[in-house]
């Protein structure tokens, strides 16, 4: 399981970054732009979940060892 939070966590942050090219600065709020800024919230929340779980899976590991 460890393993694969890293994975999606490395995934999500290749999804971003993809999307980063797919933006066009001048015009942010129209075609395809507007599809990159959406990804690029996705992944953020895609990774901040992952954050989340990681982290209750250690505070779960260091409180059943007691």
Known sequence: MKI?????????????????TQLDYNNLFEGNS???LIGIAASLCALLILAIFRSARLIDEKTSRR
Do not use: D, H, K
């Open 4 to 20: 694969s939070i890293y994975v999606l966590m490395a995934l999500a942050t290749g999804i971003i970054i993809f999307n980063i």
């Open 34 to 36: 507007i599809i990159g």
